[in-house]
């Protein structure tokens, strides 16, 4: 049985006094034919389907429940199919100019675009999956609606979630809603849909093309405040870009803070959400210091393109501080003491990324992953059982046509610890990233970049180590000891050569490609260029428990030590309010002295 256009059963229409509507009525007529051999498909191009295909718990049952069969939708839908049934990529055979385009960036994905393309201009079909990123508040569809809390920044929502890969949480019925409200109107897919149906699995996946319209979305969205603070005014194109690159850094981390303070978004891997936050900003200003500084009685005006190759050089002085830049560009490789300084060896390298796709193994370490991700416009998130690294950058360095012989990277680590720790990545010996042409090994270089986030020297760590926990009877908010706002000390290095040691065994393996070796320390302005205030990083990178929402969390210290009394994150044996044990005997060999600790208290 074929259903179509099932949604209109789903409203009442005020003329009878049953509680049921028309389609849960269909659903219990169709359920008694359940051991029979039929089943219905229910065929809908209407987007909301998560107000009438609700979760089991919250849909109508009649008398017999065991008779009611409520199946979970379908969710499969085409993907990555390539045009005409043509292979997406194949190696050796695109241009740079090719790969940049919006009709190859539209091959990738649900074939919608590139279907599109058949029959209109590719700039209309860029536009029409800008205005589908849109996130729609009309009527009852409105997290005001589902809550008390107003959405910070709604528009930006989508464009965030799909760019730096934002989850939301599971537990929140206002984050469940708000997901579904972007599956049904903001293009994000649902992956899965568990049998209980209480929330729903989604996601952007790698879609290149949808990640371009994502960041001109995000360009006009800054483009219109600019343009009512300049109203009636002539600015530079100098004044202009500073008024970008100020809203790129300072809105961003400040948005989804908001989000994650309200428990919208799932904060994950601290580090990590900052790191593909730094990147992301880092590689859009890059875009927009080639886009805005062009001189249009010189040049012919084209829309903008965060898609195009961007220079390594480029990308790494919108990341780098300036008074750090000629540091790092005249680096030389760690395990090469002869080798080419930093700037001249990647003067012909470019990276390429809008989103960041999540790796599924370790064959994301090899040039050839790289040269699929770079065709995608993607960066890599490393898979979990990569200890050693978190992102990759793929970098293509300057070939007629893209191959894996052209393909290098930029691998990131991040570390957000208290103290120092020694990082090292080697992709070459170690995952055996680059191939050899017909047996013939190259000399590609490649960059590691160390981001130690919550670095801070020995002398300054906090006074609070944990909740409860008070040194030297201190007084502290509980917002003090909960966010740990801790100060950290920022700066940008890079590794020295190393000379071989003379004992050194000849048959032990030499690097044959040069490692660039970079280690930026904290997250203020002094260690990235794209941070104009540590403050809106700091939510972000502290260490937050679930006390931090304790009800009178405002007050004083006194105020939250009965709860921590419960032991309720780890065994507290500080500022408790009671000892461990009153009295403790210590006897030392050959001693018949004894030694007694006193409690604070008498009591039990």
Known sequence: MNLITTQTLTTKDGTRDSPRTAYQCLCKALSFFRKAEIFALFLSTYSKLS???????????????????????????????????????????HTIEEVCSLKFMARFGRP?????????????????????????????????????????????????????????????????????????????TEFSAPEHRQYLRGGYPSEPFLAEAASRVLYNYFATRIDKKFKGRTVSAEERLSAFESLYKEELPRTINFWLSAGLVNK?????LVAKVLLTVAHDIAVLRRFETHDPKTSEVKPISFSDAIPVIEFLSSLIP????????????????????????????????????RGGDNFVVTDEACLGLFFRAAAIIGHATLAVMDLIIPIWIWDELLSRWSMSGIFVQIKNRLRKQSIHINVENKFGFFSDKNGVPDNRPYITIAMELGVVPPETLPKFASVGRPVDNQPSTSQQICSQKFKTTSQ?????????????????RVDKHPRYEIELTGCSPSAYNV??????????????SFLAEHSRSDELIEAITPASRFKPLDMQFKGTGKPLVDSVQVRHAGDNTQSESEGDDDDD
């Open 268 to 272: 994950g891997e601290r580090g990590e």
């Open 51 to 93: 107000e009438f295909t609700r979760s089991a718990r919250n849909f109508y049952r009649g008398q017999d429940d065991d008779m009611d069969a409520l199946n979970p939708p379908f969710v499969e839908l085409p993907f990555d199919l390539g045009p005409e049934g043509k292979g997406l990529v194949t190696e050796s055979e």
């Open 322 to 357: 300036p008074n750090d830049l000629n540091t790092v560009f005249n680096a030389r490789p760690e395990n090469d003491l002869d080798g080419k300084p930093l700037k001249e060896a990647f003067k012909n390298a470019y990276v390429r990324f809008t989103h960041f796709a």
């Open 112 to 188: 919608l675009f590139w279907s599109m393309m058949n029959y209109t201009d590719d700039e209309i079909v860029m536009k029409g999956a800008m205005e589908e990123l849109v996130l729609q508040q009309d009527g009852k569809n409105t997290l005001t609606s589902a809550s008390r809390y107003e959405l910070h920044e709604p528009n930006l929502l989508p464009i965030l979630a799909l760019r730096v890969d934002l989850t939301f949480e599971s537990n929140r019925d206002e984050a469940v809603f708000l997901e579904g409200l972007l599956v049904a109107s903001s293009m994000r």
């Open 531 to 544: 941070v104009t205030n540590k403050i809106d990083y700091d939510p972000l990178l502290a260490y937050t």
């Open 492 to 508: 940008v290095k890079v590794a020295a050569p190393k000379k071989l040691s003379p004992h050194r065994s000849v048959k032990k």
